[in-house]
């Protein structure tokens, strides 16, 4: 059983800033891509950044130079510090992991969403 939670959500004013974390945990042999995505109300879900297990980060556009995503690989964790945030930024945000977890017999690939995390930027 693999899980992925997720933590830092929350209300702030334009201007603010918020630290996401999401930790995975469970059978877990490796994780190769973790990354943050969000859903605002009425819209698809959208790539904010994501990073390789190497290191290589991947932005959208509206979010560079804003938010900075990193990872601490011993503690099979992601982060994502929100800078400068706009209320086009309010939506809620989900992480996601593409790792190989133990089975009974070997290692499978999947990819794993953690529960959402709301973020609301307004004054």
């Known amino acids: 059983q693999v899980q992925l939670v997720e933590s830092g959500g929350g209300l702030v004013q334009p201007g603010g800033s918020l630290r996401l974390s999401c930790a995975a945990s469970?059978?877990?042999?490796?994780?190769?891509?973790m990354g943050w995505y969000r859903q605002a109300l009425g819209k698809q879900r959208e790539l904010v950044a994501a990073v390789t297990r190497g290191g290589s980060t991947n932005y959208a556009d509206s979010v560079k130079g804003r938010f900075t995503i990193s990872r601490d690989n011993p503690k099979k964790t992601v982060y994502l510090q929100m800078n400068s945030l706009k209320p086009e930024d309010t939506a809620v945000y989900y992480c996601n992991a593409d790792l190989t977890y133990y089975t009974g017999s070997g290692t499978k690939w999947g990819s794993y969403w953690g529960q959402g995390t709301q973020v609301t930027v307004s004054s």
């Open positions: 469970g059978s877990i042999f490796s994780i190769n891509t």
